[in-house]
Structure formats: structure tokens, C-alpha cells
């Protein structure tokens, strides 16, 4: 079974300028979550997608940032115009649902990040 | 708010030489405890989810214990390969995010 993959793996843009990172999650997995990591400081949650609907976007930083989900399957996050302190490895996330059995919950399973850097 | 602090932030250990790390967390209603392992340039890999006070997890060299306000990851003759980053996360009952750790750099020397 293929695992979350993320596109690019790396990209380098100026300040100023847009940038689209992709996930493709695991096939089957309708939650699909971005989370931020940027130097030094732990990974973040960023939000959280059920099928094509945002379920929770309490951390996205600000407007710049724009995540979509068309269709249910593979997602974006745009960045524009990007900022220096936007700088960090972006993680994407999937799980197959929220919750299973009472109390409990399904693992969300990560990709290899996308790193960010903005000069 | 909610909160997870790991300990030590990097541990370094000869090949054989058993050792655990800590995870403290605050959580208003705790659904679920997460261990992650991530290798460098590498997104989080899964070890294992607790759910409640006294439960305990084992894989291989690792076994991961949960209280109700921290968790240990313990490692038994650990190896070289071993080494990496583990994140500690939680998951409150109000949401379905993950609460992250920084981390414990572990680096087991042969």
C-alpha cells in the first residue's frame, strides 16, 4: 500500500512570490491533515480536511495561506505571497476516520514534508 | 492550554545500554497518546497509540508506558539503528489534532 506522499521535497522562493505544495494521502483516507514544522520548534497542526470539507483550520497562521481539497482526494496548500518566517518543512497527514470504537482513534499516518525556504 | 514536553531533548547511548524517555503532557480530556519515530529529511513514522492510565505498548526493543500525566518510552539494548528522533503527541477528546513534542534525538553508538 503506498504511503502520504508530498510534492515538491523541497522548494526555494523568494519573499514575495506563491508557492503550491501537494499531498496525495493514503487511498481510502477521507481525513487529511497539514501540519508546519519550523526551526526549532515542534510540529504544528495546520488543518484538518474530512473528504472536501474543512473540519478544522483553528491553525492556520493567517490569509496567505489557502488549503483546498477538490474532490475529496489529493490536496493543496498555497502560500501567497510568501514571507520569510513562512520558512519550515510542511507535513501531510492521513488517517481512514477520526474515530473507530468509542474513545478511540485512528492513526494519522505522515509523508515526508515538503521543506520550505524563503529568501 | 494544551501541552507535551519531552526529556531529555538528546540522549546518547552505547549499543546495549537500556534507557527511557519522558513525555509530560497537559490535555483537557485525553483521546489518545501518540509515539512517532522520524529518521532525518523523513516525516514521522508510527510506534504506537495508548489510550489510557496503565496501558503499555511493545515493539521490538520498544515499550511505551502511559500515567495520567506522562508517558515513557523505554528502550531495551538499544542499536545503532535505533537512533533517530521520537516525538510524543496527543490528541484531546475537543479535536482531532496532534499536540507535538520537540522530540528526543536518540544516538546509540556501537
Known amino acids: 500500500e503506498a504511503g502520504v506522499t508530498q510534492f515538491p521535497s523541497h522548494s526555494v522562493i523568494e519573499k514575495g512570490q506563491t508557492v503550491t505544495l501537494r499531498c496525495d494521502p493514503i487511498?481510502?483516507?477521507?481525513?487529511l491533515y497539514w501540519y508546519r514544522r519550523v526551526m526549532g520548534k515542534e510540529i504544528k497542526f495546520l488543518l484538518h480536511f474530512v473528504k472536501e470539507s474543512k473540519q478544522d483550520e483553528s491553525g492556520m497562521p493567517n490569509n496567505r495561506f489557502l488549503a483546498e481539497r477538490t474532490g475529496g482526494t489529493y490536496s493543496t496548500l498555497k502560500v501567497q505571497p510568501a514571507e520569510l518566517e513562512d520558512s519550515g518543512v510542511y507535513f501531510c497527514a492521513s488517517s481512514l476516520a477520526t474515530s473507530g470504537r468509542a474513545g478511540r482513534t485512528d492513526t494519522q499516518y505522515f509523508g515526508p514534508g515538503t521543506r520550505l525556504t524563503v529568501l | 492550554e494544551d501541552q507535551v514536553t519531552q526529556s531529555p531533548e538528546a540522549l546518547r547511548l552505547q549499543e546495549g545500554e537500556s534507557s527511557s524517555l519522558n513525555c509530560s503532557y497537559t490535555v483537557s480530556g485525553l483521546r489518545g497518546l501518540f509515539w512517532y519515530r522520524q529518521d532525518p529529511g523523513k516525516g514521522p513514522e508510527f510506534l504506537f497509540t495508548?489510550?489510557?492510565a496503565g496501558e503499555e505498548k511493545e515493539k521490538e526493543r520498544l515499550k511505551a508506558t502511559l500515567t495520567k500525566k506522562e508517558s515513557f518510552l523505554h528502550i531495551t539494548a538499544p542499536k545503532p539503528e535505533d537512533s533517530a528522533t521520537y516525538l510524543c503527541a496527543v490528541q484531546s477528546r475537543a479535536g482531532t489534532a496532534l499536540i507535538f513534542g520537540k522530540g528526543t534525538t536518540l544516538s546509540v553508538s556501537s
Open positions: 495508548l489510550y489510557s
Open positions: 487511498s481510502g483516507h477521507d481525513n
